[in-house]
């Protein structure tokens, strides 16, 4: 069974960063690549960071990008979003996500195999 577990989340101020992990277990995670979702109240997933399986090759949403870097050990099955210069806008949840394939998709929403839980992210202004 897979499972993917989220941590790092937490308050910070803006301006501030945060590292978020997810551990997965019970998949070889060398062969898929790994999305980063966030998610506000009343709003969809919005993918926002892809790693592909080698860790070679990212892709990010405009809003993260130049802020956000996504990296990944295969050999410890983790998966990372370093968060910096964050923003009241930053506020949700975010998933990290194993996707179908080894690259990551020209769209972020998709070819999602796995979800995580979950990790919640406050930035007060």
């Known amino acids: 069974q897979v499972q993917l577990v989220e941590s790092g989340g937490g308050l910070v101020q803006s301006g501030g960063s945060l590292m978020l992990s997810c551990l997965a277990s019970?998949?070889?995670?060398?062969?898929?690549?790994i999305t980063w979702f966030h998610q506000t109240p009343g709003k969809e997933r919005e993918g926002i960071a892809c790693?592909?399986?080698?860790?070679?090759?990212?892709s990010y949403a405009n809003s993260v990008k130049g802020r956000f870097t996504v990296s990944r050990d295969n050999a410890a099955k983790m998966a990372y979003l370093h968060m910096n210069d964050l923003r009241p806008e930053d506020t949700g949840v975010y998933f990290c996500?194993?996707?179908?394939?080894?690259?990551?998709?020209?769209?972020?929403?998709?070819?999602?195999?796995?979800w995580g839980q979950g990790t919640q992210v406050s930035v007060s202004s």
């Open positions: 996500a194993v996707l179908v394939q080894a690259m990551c998709p020209q769209s972020l929403q998709s070819r999602v195999g796995h």
């Open positions: 019970g998949i070889s995670l060398e062969y898929y690549a």
């Open positions: 790693i592909s399986n080698s860790g070679r090759l990212t």
